[in-house]
């Protein structure tokens, strides 16, 4: 038997086989439970990673794609229509998880980087190199994929480094995914070729994109509905676009006319857009009968629903095509449409800017065209701004961007718009470094105008008086500069003289030289230079290289005005106060277009920051001096039209402060005459307020906008032309030279009696320098007093004080004189019945400016304001006062000559003159 002790080892070692079987059997146990669990991770994962496939081929599958498993999703449909971004992420890292979880899936990765793109986050760049093999290797996403990364980051500021993207690069890529019928790259393409500004605009390019649209493989399966509602609209597209450009036959626009008819079941239904070209081929006559009239009557009954109606109708409206012309509707159509219809905004603008139907208002043209999606817009705006330079536009680096890009794309106009913005005084746009950059290869390719302009910057501070000009190390040598402007003058070009100009008065180039800077400056001029006729303006009021001259400066710088120069109205205006002995501008010149150029914010100082006490700082000064002689109500009207001129002044705070500067006298005469047209209900007292300055804003609509001042009027110091028929200039020229001869050999008052009568010839045609020797010599000659009456020589003394003749010295001494001598004689009565036939008949004596300084000389002459009173009365003149030279009967003169028209009279006598010297020129060359 067996001891207890031995019986346990026993035990134990019997125990020992079991307790290992025991093991064993818990570990194929937990082996099995690894297993299990392993094969369910496996399961989970793969579940999982066939999810993350499927999600992601369902929401990033990608077009034209052999390999891909679901439908086509188009780069525009990977965003969430609720634009919640977290959404895209989702599917992002769904198929990061798929890309890296099958990489034997090749599609996944081009799915993952598309929406990678789309999401836009840092650290992008990494995959571009991805994204270019793939489009190496032909894959159309992958180039619209480098198309939208540089869309993306084109705008970038400068600290961000070069963009991941070159706009070539882009470009190719995208012309790329587009050929390979890719359709959101077609769909790029025309938005491009529609609008810009990456490509130049092209509607012949439109239709062949259209066309390819039509034509593109199919993107995958079952691609959709946009799929085939794109490639459905593309048809109309074309049809539209063929109809609403030039350039194509008349085959095309039949076809596209027929088209849009089916598609708008003649014009009152159907397609919005396909109705607008509808009606705008009847307004044209593209591929139908031109019919303006139905087209209008189409528009007015779209015009209140439809807000792209709007700016068609009103152009027809402004140009009276298809019916009456009526601006001021079609700009009040405009007005309410710009906020909906964006061409709208161009099209006021130009209104607006033309002053045919209100007055000009560039202030707010400028506003309208600032619009960054219109290239246009952006073109006119930037040959606008160089005009305004103190003006200040929102956002200024959208314009510029806008025109690069346009520029870059060829667009016409776009380049030489932008360098000439950025070479004006423009503080917000001046770059010479940048203009010049852009002008470069224009002038390289052959543009004459890029060359000029490249060339006068090759001096930087030319136009400067602070600086002195340094030549810039790029571009063009002095040899060069010198070789060019020989050129240019060969072929009379006007850049080339006022170049040359500009160097010889700063002595670069060429020896300083004022003299010939001055020439070249003429000839600039000459060819139609508007910067050379304000130079040479300056020149003549300076006297650089020139005699001074008023009247020359007064030339040069109104014929520049008249083309356009902002900077030559103001030099105008600012001479006026100067003006008060040689009296030769005009209450136009000098009141109303210096408060003109006031309302529209032009040359204020501290650009308008002193709100109402700018006019107090302006303008006080203006209305003593030479305004004075024109009397109180000349001025009032001469101020009333500022606002016809540029009705932006009466907005509230501007007219308010103009108010406050104007004398009480002007203030009571602008009440009396609103109150006398029915304006203003209220006593004139000159206090200007609420009542009078509504009156006044509703005289400005009434009157509408202030016409070009008369030619005869703007050239106060111009001889009143000869009439039709007259004749050469060589022939008076050669009659004259032999009447003055034979006046100096007479000695005898009997040999002096012909050619005092053929100097009265003369006069009575008009020449200027015969009516001066008879007027300087009337009183003291009885043989001209036995020749020529008291009403000619009024005539001719009234047409030289007016005309103001070169070489004439104190005109109106020897008039005072005249009017003495015909008092002494008496016949005074014939003086007044005189001047009232000359104010008829020379529309620049109805200025009053130039008749009240011209009768102020009546004063001092014994009985000629009681004879102009006297004849005044007795051809019936309402409204004359108590003397015949003050201001009521002045004002009561002009109104009647405008009224009554020319009375004939001077016009008869230079016709019955011009047959006379005929006579003595045939007798003479015999």
Request: glycine share 8%; proline share 5%.
């Amino acid at each position: 038997m067996l001891r207890p002790v031995h019986a346990l080892v026993l035990s134990c070692l019997a125990l020992t086989p079991l307790a290992g079987g025991a093991f064993a059997t818990q570990a194929s146990s937990e082996k099995s439970d690894d297993a299990a669990k392993k094969a369910a991770d496996d399961a989970a994962k793969k579940a999982a990673l066939a999810e993350a496939i499927s999600v992601c081929d369902r929401g990033a599958s990608v077009p034209l794609d052999p390999g891909a498993k679901a439908p086509p999703v188009q780069y525009g449909e990977l965003f969430p229509q609720d634009f919640d971004l977290s959404k895209l992420k989702v599917l992002a890292d769904k198929c990061q998880a798929a890309m890296l979880g099958a990489p034997q899936e090749k599609r996944l990765a081009l799915e993952w980087l598309r929406v990678q793109v789309a999401l836009n986050q840092a650290g992008l760049t990494f995959l571009l190199p991805q994204i270019k093999l793939l489009g190496d290797g032909g894959s159309p996403e992958a180039n619209y994929l480098l198309y939208e990364v540089y869309s993306v980051h084109r705008h970038d500021g400068a600290d961000a480094g070069p963009p991941p993207v070159t706009r070539d690069v882009a470009l190719d890529a995208l012309q790329k995914a587009g050929a390979a019928g890719h359709l959101t790259a077609l769909e790029t393409l025309l938005r491009q070729y529609v609008e810009g500004p990456l490509l130049r605009r092209d509607p012949h390019k439109v239709v062949e994109t259209a066309q390819r649209v039509i034509d593109a493989p199919t993107q995958g399966q079952s691609p959709g509905e946009w799929d085939s509602q794109f490639r459905a609209a593309m048809p109309l597209l074309i049809a539209r676009t063929v109809l609403e450009n030039d350039g194509f036959t008349s085959e095309e626009q039949q076809k596209a006319f027929q088209a849009v008819e089916a598609d708008t079941k003649a014009g009152t239904d159907g397609s919005e857009s396909s109705v607008l070209a509808y009606i705008k081929a009847l307004r044209l006559g593209r591929g139908t009968q031109q019919d303006a009239a139905k087209a209008r009557q189409l528009l007015e009954a779209r015009a209140d629903g439809d807000q792209y109606a709007v700016p068609m109708l009103a152009d027809m409206l402004a140009k009276g095509e298809g019916g009456p012309a009526d601006g001021k509707r079609a700009i009040a159509m405009l007005r309410a449409a710009t906020k909906t219809a964006a061409s709208a905004r161009p099209m006021l603008a130009d209104l607006l800017l033309d002053g045919k139907f209100v007055g000009k208002q560039p202030r707010e043209a400028i506003q309208l065209l600032n619009a960054p999606w219109d290239l246009d817009a952006g073109i006119k705006l930037a040959k606008l701004l160089p005009n305004y330079e103190d003006f200040q536009i929102d956002n200024p680096d959208q314009l510029i961007e806008r025109l690069s890009d346009g520029a870059e794309a060829g667009e016409p106009g776009a380049a030489l718009a932008l360098a000439r913005l950025q070479l004006s005084d423009n503080q917000q746009f001046k770059n010479e470094d940048f203009a010049r950059a852009m002008l470069k290869p224009l002038a390289d390719s052959g543009d004459r105008e890029a060359l000029w302009l490249y060339a006068s910057t090759q001096y930087a501070n030319l136009d400067s008086t602070s600086y002195r000009p340094s030549r810039r190390d790029d571009g063009l040598s002095d040899d060069q500069l010198k070789a060019l402007i020989d050129e240019g003058e060969a072929k009379k070009e006007q850049q080339a003289y006022l170049l040359q100009a500009k160097l010889l008065r700063k002595g670069v180039v060429y020896p300083q030289d004022d003299q010939k800077a001055t020439a070249m400056l003429i000839n600039a001029a000459n060819l139609g230079s508007v910067e050379a006729m304000v130079l040479l303006g300056d020149a003549y009021d300076d006297g650089l290289g020139i005699d001074k001259n008023p009247r020359e400066r007064l030339h040069a710088w109104r014929e520049a005005a008249r083309l356009g120069s902002l900077k030559a109205k103001s030099k105008l205006a600012n001479a006026f106060t100067f003006d008060s002995f040689d009296h030769l501008m005009t209450l136009r010149e000098g009141i109303t277009d210096r408060i003109a150029l006031y309302n529209d914010g032009i040359g204020r100082m501290g650009g308008g920051i002193f709100g109402g006490n700018d006019a107090s700082m302006e303008l006080s000064g203006l209305f003593s001096g030479p305004a004075a002689s024109a009397g109180n109500a000349a001025i009032a009207a001469a101020v009333m039209d500022a606002f016809r001129e540029a009705p932006a002044g009466l907005a509230e705070e501007n007219l308010v402060g103009i108010g406050k500067t104007l004398p009480d006298e002007v203030r009571v005469a602008i009440e009396t005459t609103l109150k006398s047209e029915g304006f203003y209900a209220g006593e004139p007292k000159g206090y200007f307020g609420l009542d009078a300055r509504k009156a006044l804003a509703a005289w400005v609509d009434a009157k509408g906008p202030l016409g070009d001042a008369p030619a005869s009027q703007a050239t106060a110091t111009q001889q009143a032309a000869p009439a039709p028929g007259g004749l050469d200039a060589e022939v008076v020229n050669r009659i004259r030279d032999k009447v003055f001869a034979q006046a100096q050999a007479a000695k005898t008052d009997k040999q002096k009696l012909a050619p005092i009568k053929q100097l009265g010839i003369l006069a009575r045609y008009g020449d200027l320098p015969s009516r001066w020797v008879l007027v300087r010599n009337y009183h003291q000659a009885r043989a001209i007093r036995s020749v020529v009456t008291p009403e000619e020589i009024t005539r001719y003394a009234l047409d030289i004080l007016v005309s103001k003749p070169e070489g004439v010295d104190k005109p109106e001494f020897e008039f005072i004189f005249d009017l003495t001598q015909i008092a002494q004689d008496r016949k005074s009565k014939m003086v007044g019945g005189a001047t009232i036939q000359a104010i008829r008949d020379d529309p620049r004596l109805q200025d009053p400016l130039a008749l009240g300084a011209i009768m102020g000389q009546f004063a001092f002459a014994p009985d000629a304001c009681d004879s102009v009173l006297a004849a005044a009365k007795k051809a019936g003149v309402d409204g004359v006062g108590s003397d015949g030279c003050d201001e009521d009967t002045r004002t009561a003169l002009i109104a009647f000559a405008k009224e009554k028209g020319a009375s004939g009279a001077d016009a008869s006598a230079r016709k019955a003159a011009a047959e006379q010297m005929k006579t003595l020129d045939a007798q003479a060359a015999k």
